[in-house]
C-alpha cells in the first residue's frame, strides 16, 4: 500500500512537470507548426514560379520532406548527445535560416536558392515532429497520450498564424509575391529559439559501462504492434502529403484563388490540431488502436470527397477531413510507439520510427506532383483507398492476435 502510494505521488510530482512542459512544447509547436504552413502553403505555388518545368512545381514541398526525413536521425543523436532542448533551439535556428533562403531565393528568382530552402525549412519539421515523444517521455503512463495530444494542439494556432502570415505579407514586396512571407517565418523562427529556452527536460545521461543500451532495432522490427504503429504512422502521413500537397495547384487549376487554396489549407492544418485537446482522451478510453483505425477511415472519406467533385466546397471539406483523419491516425499510432520501447531506448526508437515515417513521406511528395501533372487530382485520390485498406487490415490483424494470444 505504501508503495502504491508512493508511486501515486511520484507519478503526480512528475506530471507537474509534464504539464509544464507541454505548455511551453504546444507554444512551440504552434511556432514551429507556422513555419512548416507557410513552406507547405506557398512550395508549390512558389515553384510553379521558379520552376523551369511545370512538374517540378512540388519539387520543393518534396526537398521540405526529404530535409526532414535526413534530419530525423541526425535530431536523435543530438538529443542523446546535448539534450533535447538544445537540439530542439538548434532545429528552430535551422527554421529561421529557412527563412532568409526562401525569401533570397525568390528575390533572386533562383529556384536552387529555394529548394535549399525549404530543404533546410524540413530540419526544423523534423526537431517539431520530436516535442510529441518529449512531453511523453516526463509523463506517467497515465497522462502520457494526453501529453501527447495536448502538445499537437499547440497546431491549432499554427492554422491560424501560418495561413494568416501568408495572406498579410504576400504582397508586401511587388511583384516578388511571399517574398516576404519567407521573412515574417524567419522572425517566427526566432521566437521559438527564446519559447524554447523555457522547457525542462531531463540531461542526456553519462554513458557508463554498466548502463543498459537496450535492444538492437531489428528486434522492434520483429514486433507486431510496432510494426503495425509504423504502418498507421506512415500510411496517415504519407497519404495526408500525398493530397495537401498538391491541393493547392489543383485548386488553382480549377479556377479557385491563392487566397482560397490558402484559407482551404488553414482549414486543412485546424483539422489536423483541432482534435487534439480530446484525442489523448480517446486513446485511453478505447485504445489507440481503435483511434488510429478512425483516422484511416477519415482519410478515406476525404478521398471520397475530393473524387465526388471540384467545387471550393468539396475541396474544403475533403481537407477538413483529411486533416482530422491524420490526427486521430498519427496520434494513435504515435501512442502505440510508445508502449513499445524501454526507458533507455526511447530517443533511440522514436527518432527510428520518424525516420521511417518521414522516409515514406518523401516517396508522396514527389509522387504528388507527377501524379497530378498526368493523371489529375481524382487519381492522386484514388491511391488512397487500397493503401488505407491495407493498413486497416493489419490494425484488424493486431487485435485478432491479441485475442487469440488472450486464450
Known amino acids: 500500500m505504501l508503495v502504491d502510494a508512493q508511486a501515486k505521488v511520484n507519478a503526480i510530482e512528475g506530471d507537474r512537470i509534464a504539464r509544464r512542459n507541454v505548455l511551453v512544447l504546444a507554444a512551440a509547436q504552434a511556432l514551429a507548426g507556422a513555419n512548416s504552413t507557410v513552406m507547405i502553403t506557398t512550395g508549390a505555388m512558389t515553384g510553379a514560379i521558379l520552376a523551369p518545368d511545370k512538374v517540378l512545381a512540388t519539387l520543393p514541398v518534396t526537398a521540405f520532406v526529404v530535409g526532414q526525413w535526413m534530419a530525423t536521425l541526425p535530431v536523435g543523436a543530438l538529443a542523446r548527445r546535448l539534450g533535447r532542448r538544445t537540439a530542439f533551439q538548434i532545429g528552430a535556428g535551422c527554421g529561421a535560416i529557412a527563412g532568409l533562403l526562401g525569401f533570397a531565393g ?22 517539431q515532429q520530436a516535442y510529441r515523444f518529449a512531453a511523453a517521455d516526463t509523463a506517467s503512463e497515465a497522462f502520457r497520450p494526453k501529453a501527447i495530444s495536448w502538445v499537437m494542439a499547440g497546431g491549432i494556432f499554427a492554422a491560424v498564424l501560418g495561413p494568416q502570415l501568408v495572406i498579410l505579407t504576400k504582397d508586401l514586396l511587388p511583384p516578388f509575391l511571399f517574398a516576404a512571407s519567407y521573412l515574417a517565418q524567419a522572425v517566427v523562427a526566432i521566437i521559438a529559439v527564446l519559447v524554447l529556452a523555457l522547457v525542462r527536460l531531463p540531461k542526456p545521461a553519462v554513458a557508463q559501462a554498466d548502463t543498459p543500451r537496450g535492444r538492437p532495432l531489428a528486434d522492434f522490427m520483429r514486433m507486431p504492434r510496432f510494426i503495425t504503429a509504423v504502418v498507421c504512422g506512415v500510411v496517415s502521413y504519407a497519404l495526408m502529403n500525398l493530397m495537401m500537397t498538391s491541393a493547392p495547384l489543383a485548386m488553382l487549376d480549377c479556377q479557385h484563388s491563392v487566397t482560397d487554396a490558402t484559407l482551404g489549407i488553414q482549414w486543412h492544418v485546424l483539422g489536423m490540431f483541432g482534435p487534439s485537446f480530446f484525442t489523448g482522451a480517446l486513446c485511453t478510453r478505447f485504445g489507440a488502436e481503435r483511434v488510429a483505425g478512425a483516422g484511416l477511415v477519415l482519410i478515406a472519406l476525404a478521398a471520397l470527397t475530393a473524387i465526388a467533385g471540384i467545387t471550393l466546397a468539396h475541396f474544403w471539406v475533403s481537407l477538413i477531413l483529411l486533416g482530422v483523419g491524420w490526427n486521430f491516425g498519427f496520434i494513435g499510432a504515435t501512442a502505440m510507439v510508445t508502449s513499445c520501447y524501454r526507458p533507455e531506448e526511447r530517443i533511440r526508437v522514436q527518432a527510428f520510427n520518424d525516420f521511417l515515417v518521414f522516409g515514406s513521406l518523401a516517396v508522396s511528395s514527389l509522387a504528388s506532383g507527377a501524379l497530378l501533372a498526368t493523371l489529375g487530382w481524382s487519381a492522386i485520390n484514388g491511391t488512397a483507398l487500397p493503401i488505407v485498406l491495407a493498413a486497416g487490415g493489419m490494425l484488424i490483424w493486431l487485435r485478432f492476435r491479441g485475442r487469440v494470444e488472450a486464450i
Request: aromatic content about 22%.
Open 106 to 127: 525568390v528575390m533572386l528568382g533562383s529556384f536552387t536558392v529555394f529548394l535549399a530552402a525549404t530543404f533546410i525549412a524540413g530540419f526544423y519539421a523534423a526537431v
